[in-house]
């Protein structure tokens, strides 16, 4: 009693020992797990369907909707919430035609915030994650535009299968076809893969974008790198970015110091806190006081200042080669 009892260790099976290490068996029973795991979910997955159906004599059938965008500027444009909001409900005034037992309301399951699709399937999304929760046998959900949806073909497939054996019918309101025929899979298929390459193109020449920003020292964001400065006003299409000779004086100090004495970086923030006062002629800031340079901030400095000199050794080779 009182002495921690230390958990056992994995034993390999006796006629492996000897012949593969323990990780080596793990990674051999990678495919077991995983038919395992498939046996598990197919098991939760019959209870949710048992329960469905109990539910669904309490219950009736819900109408929902589902409305996202991917950026703060797009909820002013004509695709915005509001545009799918009016799609969504005047596609389900058309399918109550054909299921009269649906509700008059539309369940509105929105995105507070932008977030993307491309970045995030829909079960992880806040307002997606509600939606793939409570839809049960006998719902409808109506999607305005299928990126909307998915930007990602994995996602939208599994997805749409979860639904298919949860009893719900799936809409897309600017798709008039049936989800439930072999053409209209094939014709879902296709077009969240091209969602996912428009996605994928649109995050790529973002990032050539910015990477040429960056090389003729242009502001490619709000904040400047840590070392670097403004200069110009917000929304000046001059602006440029230059060494802050102040901010790289102090990362040059925490190098030296963290380099030389080997301290830790809350010492580290201590000395360059000192050091900082006598050099500005102040007093001595304290932790949690605006200006303090603490121990992370210490650390992340120190990390860039190499970076940079790193960066500027490589492109000093490069020109004299």
């Not at 230390?6 to 034993?11: A, F, G, S, T």
């Not at 879902?188 to 960056?214: N, P, V, W, Y």
Request: aromatic share 8%; charged share 35%.
């Amino acid at each position: 009693m009182g002495q921690d009892v230390m958990p056992p260790e994995k034993k390999v099976p006796y006629r492996q020992k000897r012949k593969i290490t323990d990780d080596e068996w793990q990674r051999i029973r990678i495919p077991t797990r995983r038919e395992e795991l498939e046996t598990k979910i197919k098991a939760i997955e019959r209870q949710i369907a048992h329960i469905d159906r109990r539910v669904q004599k309490i219950r009736s059938p819900v109408f929902a909707a589902y409305i996202r965008c991917s950026h703060e500027d797009s909820k002013e444009s004509g695709l915005g919430e509001a545009a799918q909001l009016t799609l969504c409900r005047r596609w389900a005034e058309f399918v109550r035609h054909e299921h009269p037992e649906l509700p008059k309301d539309v369940k509105i399951y929105q995105e507070q915030d932008a977030v993307s699709a491309y970045k995030k399937d829909l079960r992880h999304r806040p307002a997606g994650r509600r939606l793939y929760l409570d839809l049960r046998n006998g719902d409808h959900v109506v999607f305005a535009y299928l990126d909307r949806a998915f930007r990602s073909t994995t996602d939208c497939l599994h997805t749409l299968r979860r639904f298919k054996r949860r009893g719900v019918t799936v809409h897309f309101a600017n798709l008039r076809i049936d989800m439930n025929t072999p053409t209209g899979e094939l014709v879902i298929t296709i077009m969240a893969a091209c969602a996912q390459m428009d996605s994928a193109i649109k995050s790529e020449r973002i990032k050539a974008a910015l990477r040429e920003l960056r090389r003729l020292g242009r502001a490619s964001n709000k904040s400047p790198p840590m070392g670097y400065r403004h200069t110009g006003r917000p929304g000046d299409g001059n602006r440029m970015v230059v060494p802050d000779l102040e901010q790289r004086a102090i990362m040059g100090e925490i190098v030296r110091v963290r380099d030389t004495y080997g301290w830790t970086w809350e010492n580290v923030a201590h000395y360059i806190e000192k050091w900082r006062s006598i050099r500005e002629k102040r007093r001595v800031l304290h932790l949690g006081e605006k200006g303090y340079w603490g121990g992370e901030r210490c650390s992340r400095a120190y990390k860039k200042e190499l970076a940079i000199r790193e960066g500027a050794k490589k492109a000093a080779d490069k020109k004299d080669f």
